[in-house]
């Protein structure tokens, strides 16, 4: 395989939020967590259903099954925890997935125009076309780190 050919392929898990099969660059998954109880408190960010505790850091949980338009499945297996870097700074998050989680290899596809804009890209898996989530999209949407004019514009 040249260069290219290896630099245009990458790793990818795939996961099942709700009804559907998702896939998110195995980069920035840091790990498979049990199902533990998600802390609810009062907040105004619908994108983040609480908070878990995990290995001694509070980390929000965010709805990606809304952000996607999927039905929200009780059959909750485990938490995908994700991580995030911007500058030096490190975040995690964490979205809950019901179904089995594979890891796979493949060439990120641009997506369709209708796609929401949590979804990054399209990866081809056998006779399959599973939408790549743009995780970054939906943890950015409920973080602190908005721009000032949308806080102000809330006010």
Same mark, same amino acid.
Request: charged letters at 20%; proline letters at 8%.
């Given at each position: 395989?040249?260069?290219?050919?290896?630099?245009?392929? +990458? +790793?990818?898990?795939?996961?099942?939020?709700?009804?559907?099969?998702?896939?998110?660059?195995?980069?920035?998954?840091?790990?498979?967590?049990?199902?533990?109880?998600?802390?609810?408190?009062?907040?105004?960010?619908?994108?983040?259903? &609480?908070?878990?505790?995990?290995?001694?850091?509070?980390?929000?949980?965010?709805?990606?099954?809304?952000?996607? &338009?999927?039905?929200?499945?009780?059959?909750?297996?485990?938490?995908?925890?994700?991580?995030?870097?911007?500058?030096?700074?490190?975040?995690?998050?964490?979205?809950? $997935?019901?179904?089995?989680?594979?890891?796979?290899? &493949?060439?990120?596809?641009?997506?369709?125009?209708?796609?929401?804009?949590? $979804?990054?890209?399209?990866?081809?898996? &056998?006779?399959?076309?599973?939408?790549?989530?743009?995780?970054?999209?939906?943890?950015?949407?409920?973080?602190?780190?908005?721009?000032?004019?949308?806080?102000?514009?809330?006010?």
């Amino acid at each position: 395989m040249t260069q290219t050919a290896q630099s245009a392929v +990458s +790793s990818f898990v795939i996961l099942q939020i709700g009804e559907r099969r998702l896939a998110l660059p195995a980069e920035i998954v840091a790990e498979l967590a049990p199902p533990v109880r998600v802390h609810a408190f009062p907040h105004d960010t619908p994108s983040i259903l &609480g908070v878990i505790v995990r290995r001694g850091h509070i980390v929000p949980v965010y709805d990606a099954a809304s952000a996607l &338009g999927a039905f929200a499945s009780s059959a909750q297996r485990f938490f995908l925890i994700a991580r995030r870097r911007f500058g030096k700074a490190r975040e995690f998050g964490a979205i809950p $997935v019901n179904g089995d989680c594979e890891l796979t290899t &493949g060439e990120l596809q641009p997506p369709a125009a209708d796609r929401p804009s949590c $979804v990054s890209g399209m990866l081809q898996c &056998g006779a399959e076309a599973i939408e790549v989530f743009d995780l970054d999209a939906l943890m950015s949407s409920g973080s602190a780190t908005e721009p000032p004019e949308s806080a102000e514009a809330r006010q």
